[in-house]
């Protein structure tokens, strides 16, 4: 079977054609077989492009073989994939996810993906108060089509990731799990994060994560207009529209390819 290896800032994926849909119930089976680190090709998803509704659709499995409804990061390397492969025509194009349709916009070497209205509906918004291991964080969520939590911090260079990512992420408040996104503001615009994410763990980057944090810092008046959000890979900027879109614009990256044997 071919692959594809890609990555948007250091978040890598393994990608497979699957245009018949015949792989996806096998989707968690072979993301924990392909993505392994030593045992496998090594990645933080499997993504399987199919089609849903007339459209080319990303279906995406965590290294753990949980399927995420929505990465950022993924959806600007399948955009990359189709224009390459001459499946679709750009510079724009609708690709199908598991939370809907998402543009994405090819301009200047870089992807733009509408990624839809943040959801606040969680908690109203508000901030939810957990207490983990003696310590209290409060934490604000919002659904980019997943769910997040993201906590501010005055230092990040100070936090025990490692310790506190899983911990935060399986907290009782989510009903099934959250990535978590570690934010520390360097000035009204420039974010500086790092997420755990749910059924992953650490990543160089998270397009959705990065999402998060930049709305919610917007809402709460910590920031303001087009926002950098630095991710351990690099550079991604969020835009919250007037009309209450959010826009992410970053890079993806073709790594190499190759067949692996699936049986």
Not at 4 to 26: A, P
Not at 221 to 249: A, C, Q, S, Y
Request: charged fraction near 20%; proline fraction near 4%.
């Amino acid at each position: 079977m071919k692959f594809i290896k890609y990555h948007g800032l250091g978040n890598d994926f393994v990608f497979i054609e699957d245009f018949e849909g015949e792989l996806v119930v096998r989707g968690e089976e072979l993301a924990q077989k392909l993505c392994h680190r030593n045992f496998g090709i090594g990645a933080d998803g499997l993504v399987l492009i199919t089609k849903m509704m007339g459209l080319y659709a990303m279906r995406i499995f965590n290294a753990d073989g949980t399927e995420a409804e929505m990465c950022g990061n993924a959806l600007r390397c399948v955009a990359d994939y189709l224009l390459a492969a001459d499946l679709v025509e750009g510079p724009s194009m609708e690709i199908n996810t598991r939370s809907g349709v998402k543009k994405v916009t090819f301009r200047n070497g870089q992807y733009t993906v509408d990624m839809g209205e943040p959801d606040f509906s969680f908690n109203q918004g508000k901030p939810i108060g957990v207490v983990s291991h003696g310590q209290s964080w409060q934490i604000y969520p919002v659904s980019m089509g997943n769910p997040h939590g993201v906590v501010f911090l005055d230092d990040l260079s100070k936090l025990d990731f490692e310790f506190w990512g899983p911990r935060l992420e399986q907290a009782s408040v989510w009903p099934q799990g959250a990535n978590i996104e570690f934010t520390q503001v360097l000035n009204s615009q420039h974010l500086l994060v790092r997420v755990w994410e749910r059924g992953a763990g650490p990543t160089l980057a998270c397009g959705t994560g990065a999402c998060a944090a930049a709305v919610t810092a917007g809402r709460i008046g910590l920031t303001k207009g087009r926002v950098r959000v630095t991710l351990p890979g690099g550079d991604l900027f969020i835009e919250h529209t007037p009309e209450n879109r959010v826009l992410m614009t970053g890079p993806a990256e073709k790594v190499f390819e190759g067949t692996i044997d699936l049986t």
